[in-house]
């Protein structure tokens, strides 16, 4: 590297932007930085924007965080935006099984009950005779394995805990049920518990637990996540383009090759997966392959903006079993769920789940249609009915990258098949986890990497 390094960042989402202001930091003002990415805004699939006259913001993409890892909070305080930070109201979601809605049960690590009196009521008695039992059962786990969490879940305790207690909490996080997700990347925890010896899942779970931070288990920013992404921006003072770059990656001897967007000591790649498969076609032919193969869910939200008096139940939402006829996965009852939205009544129905048949599925559909859909299922759920003041649908496709088992072995294959490369690094949602503090970690971590592959 001669003179003041020049840095490229694929991909303005949390991870890109993220990995911009880091190099900011580390290299310097001499430093070029950009930050390339197609769409016109920034963010990705941190979107926030309006619906309807009812004021303020509303986030059309990922709406919260966990607070139990410390990423979003550090880096806010960091940007000195922490004041923007709120917290749920306490109201609890519920579950919809069998026609009804349920009370989300308590004593369950990620639905995995610790014990039959967690999911009393959700699920029958053969099943809370199963959960009971399951310690008991003999194991056959060794140490490094991985298997479908469903499969594993329903072996042990029966298919009704997976449909109606783990399923609807996993489907919030990657789109699809515990089928096709591995316990590996999925439920870490479980799967250390399982590696040390554990003699039974309810043993796992029980030791996989672990008290979070005090307080409330998520958080957001007032104004939306678009205060998170402009101060990132603000404090990367990169160049941003939406040149796009559309031939594999070339190293040139001193560097790489990034076509219309030039030469590059350093390049992050925080992009989807499938995306960073294609730039890396050259560079690092077994990463690409590797890419290529992770699948992932696409997702619609229809934001339903209600007037004040339609009656949504007391709770901060509704996941939705597995094998119900709803065509929801998930309902948020935004002004529920947050004081700050109080002054509304905004319900947020997530639809699409992961293996829905493209021909028929419901992203193909007009928006007028997918509205239908949405209000016809909150109708069954809660009853409301109101026609809305306004509405919103936002299409994510293969917005949520699948943690199928096996995928801890992939990452593992894809980073080692980048890590000898001088200057480069991958950054994004399908590495380390899919929310946003996971994003960030990979971006930090992808700086750390990139840095120190190159000379002075
Ligand atoms: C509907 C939905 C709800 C979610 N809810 C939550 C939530 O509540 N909490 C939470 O923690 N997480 C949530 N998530 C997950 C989280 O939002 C994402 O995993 C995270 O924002 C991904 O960030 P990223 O920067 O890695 O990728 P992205 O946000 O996908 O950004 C990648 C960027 O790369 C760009 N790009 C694509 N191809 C190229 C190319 N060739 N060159 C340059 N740029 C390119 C894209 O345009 C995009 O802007 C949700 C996700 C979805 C889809």
Not at 196 to 207: D, E, L, M, N
Not at 279 to 307: F, G, K
């Amino acid at each position: 590297m001669v003179g003041s390094p020049r840095a490229l960042v694929l991909g303005a989402g949390i991870s890109g932007l993220l990995a911009a202001y880091r190099l900011r930091q580390q290299l310097g003002d001499a430093a070029t930085i950009v930050v390339a990415d197609p769409e016109p805004g920034s963010g990705g699939k941190l979107r926030t924007g309006e619906v309807g006259q009812s004021g303020g913001p509303v986030e059309l993409g990922a709406e919260a965080f966990v607070r139990r890892r410390p990423e979003v909070t550090s880096l806010a305080a960091e940007l000195g935006i922490a004041e923007q930070l709120v917290h749920p109201s306490g109201l609890r979601p519920a579950i919809w099984a069998g026609h009804e809605l349920h009370p989300m049960p308590a004593g369950t690590f990620m639905g995995i009950p610790l014990g039959p009196e967690a999911l009393e009521g959700l699920v029958d008695d053969t099943t809370l005779a199963r959960i009971a039992a399951e310690p008991g059962l003999p194991l056959d786990w060794k140490p490094g394995q991985d298997a479908s969490l469903g499969q594993l879940l329903a072996e042990r305790f029966g298919p009704r805990v997976v449909q109606r207690s783990v399923d609807p909490l996993m489907a919030g996080v990657y789109g699809g049920g515990t089928e096709h997700i591995g316990v590996r990347a999925a439920t870490p925890e479980l799967a250390a518990a399982l590696d040390r010896g554990a003699t039974s899942i309810t043993a796992a779970a029980r030791s996989a637990l672990r008290p979070g931070p005090a307080g409330p288990v998520f958080a957001t920013f007032r104004d939306g996540y678009r205060i998170l992404i402009d101060a990132l921006e603000r404090a990367a003072r990169a160049e941003r383009t939406q040149d796009f770059l559309d031939r594999p990656l070339r190293a040139d001897g001193r560097g790489w090759d990034a076509g219309v967007l030039g030469h590059a000591d350093i390049v992050v790649i925080a992009t989807p997966a499938h995306a960073a498969g294609r730039l890396l076609a050259q560079a690092a032919p077994e990463a690409s392959h590797e890419l290529a193969r992770i699948q992932h869910a696409s997702a619609a939200l229809v934001t339903l903006d209600l007037p004040l008096d339609a009656g949504i139940p007391q709770h901060s939402g509704v996941l939705v079993a597995t094998g119900e006829e709803l065509a929801a996965k998930a309902f948020t009852f935004t002004s529920r769920k947050w004081t700050h939205q109080a002054h509304r009544n905004l319900v947020r129905v997530s639809l699409g789940r992961f293996g829905d048949d493209p021909g028929t599925s419901i992203l193909d559909q007009p928006d007028a249609r997918i509205i239908d859909i949405a209000r016809a299922d909150l109708s069954t759920v809660t009853g409301v009915a109101e026609e809305p003041l306004a509405t919103r649908v936002q299409r994510w496709r293969d917005g949520l990258p699948q943690y199928e088992p096996g995928h801890a072995e992939r990452v593992t294959t894809i980073e080692q098949a980048v890590a000898p490369m001088p200057g480069l690094a991958l950054a994004g949602a399908y590495l380390h986890g899919v929310g946003v503090p996971a994003c960030i970690a990979t971006a930090d971590a992808a700086v750390a990497q990139a840095l120190s592959g190159v000379a002075g």
